[in-house]
């Protein structure tokens, strides 16, 4: 275990991979990983699938198998992403016991296609949760207008839930008032609260991807001058915001019924400029009691030159809501850039899924 990697466990910071493939689980990959860069957790996406169903053979037996029984290509693509998730959680299960359910996590997304419609989102997640069916799983919601429902409900039966794709702080908010309600209904329900987890997924490096492109547009001195400080500042006033709820009187009567807090997690961490430091949303984001969770590169950015230097977070809300009000004046409109990057957000998910249909359909004519 690297010397970096173990002090950044230690400031509570649980580290997960952004990324999984039937290679990595069948070469013992993942559990390397967990036992010499202090994994705790892994996250999936369509693009990540996408790559790892185009290279090599892990996959060439389940392919063969699917076409010979003729599953369509939507049962087909469950099917494959289920296989892995549930090996994936199988490898994590001891750090899921020895953290007492907190880590050894694995997330998979639900259909984005289904981004904007609540049913069927809450559908597709009972549906992840059955076929996956491991107790250290995450399916993951968008935070969309109409996921937040699917949230509350998904939460209220019991299913641990990974929000992804929050942006702005008031949805972040948003999203935490969901989880309450989901918890709150869950209870009302006689389910046992201590078993269900839920993290929220703020995603960093996009905010600083648009953000800088308008404050190139500017020009002047002053907005040049901020360009790479959005990103944290943003994060570090939406680890504010959770302490907010931790302290409410309504988190304390859950909190003393058995429940766990919804965990920020930092998405979106590999840097995306390459005048920034490869390992800065993860050296800015240092706090007790959240994930991140890294592509591969940015973690072995991390274990080779990381600096870790204690709470990066807590001491610097000022700082924070300096930067916010500077990005005002300088004429930065902060709902734009949110709602724009959630249409965003949702239209590459969307575009990552139609690819990873199109690999799967590729790969079973192959077969």
Same mark, same amino acid.
């Given at each position: 275990?690297?010397?970096i990697?173990?002090?950044?466990?230690?400031?509570?910071?649980?580290?997960?991979?952004?990324?999984?493939?039937?290679e990595?689980?069948?070469?013992?990959?993942?559990?390397?990983?967990?036992?010499?860069?202090?994994?705790? =957790?892994?996250?999936?996406?369509?693009?990540?699938?996408?790559?790892?169903?185009? +290279?090599?053979?892990?996959?060439?037996?389940? #392919?063969?198998?699917?076409? &010979?029984?003729?599953?369509?290509?939507?049962?087909s693509?469950?099917?494959?992403?289920?296989?892995?998730? @549930?090996?994936?959680?199988?490898?994590? +299960?001891?750090?899921?016991?020895?953290?007492?359910?907190?880590?050894?996590?694995?997330?998979?997304?639900?259909?984005?296609?289904?981004?904007?419609?609540?049913?069927?989102?809450?559908?597709?997640?009972?549906?992840?949760?059955?076929?996956?069916?491991?107790?250290?799983?995450?399916?993951?919601?968008p935070?969309?207008?109409? =996921? #937040?429902?699917?949230?509350?409900?998904?939460?209220?039966?019991?299913?641990?839930?990974?929000?992804?794709?929050?942006?702005?702080?008031?949805?972040?908010?948003? &999203?935490?008032?969901?989880?309450?309600?989901?918890?709150?209904?869950?209870?009302?329900?006689?389910?046992? #609260?201590?078993?269900?987890?839920?993290?929220?997924?703020?995603?960093?490096?996009?905010?600083?991807?648009?953000?800088?492109?308008?404050?190139?547009?500017?020009?002047?001195?002053?907005?040049?001058? #901020?360009?790479?400080?959005?990103a944290?500042?943003?994060?570090?006033?939406?680890? /504010?915001?959770?302490?907010?709820?931790?302290?409410?009187?309504?988190?304390?009567?859950?909190?003393?019924?058995?429940?766990?807090p919804?965990?920020?997690?930092?998405?979106?961490?590999g840097?995306?400029?390459?005048?920034?430091?490869?390992?800065?949303?993860?050296?800015?984001?240092?706090?007790?009691?959240? &994930?991140?969770?890294?592509?591969?590169?940015?973690?072995?950015?991390?274990?080779?030159?990381?600096r870790?230097?204690?709470?990066?977070? @807590?001491?610097?809300?000022?700082? /924070?809501?300096?930067?916010?009000?500077?990005? +005002?004046?300088?004429?930065?409109?902060?709902?734009?850039?949110?709602?724009?990057?959630?249409?965003?957000?949702?239209?590459?998910?969307?575009?990552?899924?139609?690819?990873?249909?199109?690999?799967?359909?590729?790969?079973? +004519?192959?077969?």
């Amino acid at each position: 275990m690297t010397e970096i990697l173990k002090r950044l466990s230690e400031q509570g910071v649980s580290i997960w991979l952004d990324d999984i493939s039937r290679e990595r689980l069948r070469t013992g990959n993942l559990e390397a990983l967990i036992r010499e860069k202090s994994i705790v =957790g892994v996250t999936s996406n369509p693009t990540i699938f996408a790559s790892a169903l185009s +290279k090599g053979d892990a996959y060439d037996t389940q #392919l063969h198998d699917l076409k &010979v029984r003729g599953v369509d290509l939507e049962e087909s693509v469950r099917a494959i992403t289920t296989y892995d998730i @549930r090996w994936a959680a199988d490898v994590l +299960k001891p750090v899921y016991d020895a953290t007492r359910g907190v880590d050894g996590r694995v997330s998979i997304e639900v259909d984005p296609r289904l981004a904007r419609e609540t049913d069927k989102t809450i559908a597709e997640a009972r549906a992840l949760w059955w076929m996956v069916d491991r107790p250290n799983l995450f399916i993951k919601i968008p935070a969309t207008v109409e =996921g #937040l429902p699917a949230i509350a409900q998904a939460i209220s039966e019991g299913i641990s839930v990974n929000v992804t794709l929050i942006f702005s702080l008031e949805r972040y908010r948003a &999203v935490m008032e969901a989880w309450l309600t989901g918890l709150e209904r869950a209870k009302a329900n006689g389910l046992d #609260l201590s078993g269900i987890e839920s993290v929220a997924s703020f995603f960093v490096s996009r905010v600083d991807g648009e953000i800088d492109k308008r404050l190139d547009k500017i020009g002047t001195p002053e907005a040049l001058a #901020l360009r790479g400080k959005a990103a944290v500042a943003n994060a570090r006033l939406a680890f /504010a915001a959770f302490e907010d709820v931790m302290n409410s009187a309504r988190w304390q009567a859950l909190a003393a019924a058995g429940a766990r807090p919804q965990r920020p997690l930092w998405a979106s961490t590999g840097t995306k400029n390459p005048e920034y430091p490869d390992t800065l949303y993860v050296d800015e984001l240092v706090a007790p009691g959240t &994930v991140n969770t890294m592509p591969e590169k940015t973690l072995n950015a991390v274990a080779d030159h990381g600096r870790i230097s204690g709470d990066t977070v @807590r001491p610097f809300y000022e700082q /924070a809501w300096n930067t916010m009000a500077a990005l +005002k004046e300088i004429g930065i409109d902060y709902d734009d850039v949110v709602r724009f990057l959630e249409e965003d957000g949702v239209a590459k998910f969307e575009t990552s899924w139609t690819e990873l249909l199109s690999t799967i359909a590729a790969e079973l +004519k192959k077969a």
